[in-house]
């Protein structure tokens, strides 16, 4: 059973930064892609980005691309999403989610973490 443990959400103010982990266990990380998702106050989740077990990555909210990098360390089964430049409309809590396969925007996944929260105070 995969288990998903994110770690290194917190309070920050517009235009800082934020390093987001999620650390995968239970499976051989091999053939697995690691998605992040937010869900804001009063919204719905939202897919941001994953990478699959290549390195490869895939983008779903627009208004993140240029400000969020995600990484994988394949040795210590670790995502990592780093958030520059935050905004106010980026408080949400984020959740990292896992799925057998390649990059790609794909909604469902199969385990998912507990969340932890991101606030951007103005």
């Known amino acids: 059973q995969v288990q998903l443990v994110e770690s290194g959400g917190g309070l920050v103010q517009a235009g800082g930064s934020l390093g987001l982990s999620c650390a995968f266990s239970g499976r051989t990380f091999t053939g697995y892609t690691i998605a992040w998702f937010r869900q804001g106050p009063g919204k719905e989740r939202e897919f941001v980005v994953d990478i699959d077990w290549t390195g490869t990555t895939s983008y779903g909210a627009d208004s993140v691309q240029g400000r969020f990098t995600i990484s994988r360390d394949n040795a210590k089964k670790t995502v990592y999403l780093q958030m520059n430049s935050l905004q106010p409309e980026d408080t949400a809590v984020y959740y990292c989610?896992?799925?057998?396969?390649?990059?790609?925007?794909?909604?469902?996944?199969?385990?998912w973490g507990q969340g932890t929260q991101v606030t951007v105070s103005s």
């Open positions: 989610a896992s799925r057998f396969g390649p990059s790609g925007v794909v909604l469902k996944y199969d385990y």
